[in-house]
């Protein structure tokens, strides 16, 4: 009976996390720019742009493992994301390193 129900705990888990990813893929593709990722957390961009530089809760720094560099430009897997909304901004301390520091354009957007 105990098996039967941890079963069913996992099964819900993790229909969760696939309505939330379902979610993400079907309004904003796989990959989720900073100020898409800003109006789904219902915050400003600016605003998570200094939250993962200043690594202060497990949700910035969850997503500063979820974010993907392409050129001068900053992508946010889908994936990640969704799982960070699903397990309410847990994530690892010991991983803080991860974050890459921000660029010269970043931080003069950050002093303005």
């Known amino acids: 009976m105990i098996t039967t129900d941890t079963n069913t705990r996992a099964q819900t888990v993790s229909d ?5 990813y379902d979610y993400l893929l079907t309004h904003y593709g796989p990959l989720l720019t900073l100020k898409q990722l800003a ?6 961009p600016s605003g998570l742009r200094v939250a993962m530089a200043r ?6 720094n969850g997503l500063c493992s979820a974010r993907r560099q392409f050129g001068r430009r900053a992508y946010f897997e889908a994936r990640r994301v969704a799982d960070l909304i699903d397990d309410d901004g847990a994530h690892d301390a010991r991983r803080v390193h991860e974050c890459a520091p921000l660029s010269a354009h970043s931080a003069r957007s950050l002093n303005r």
């Open 16 to 20: 969760a996390n696939s309505s939330t």
């Open 39 to 44: 109006r789904v957390l219902h915050t400003t």
């Open 55 to 60: 690594h202060r809760d497990g949700m910035a």
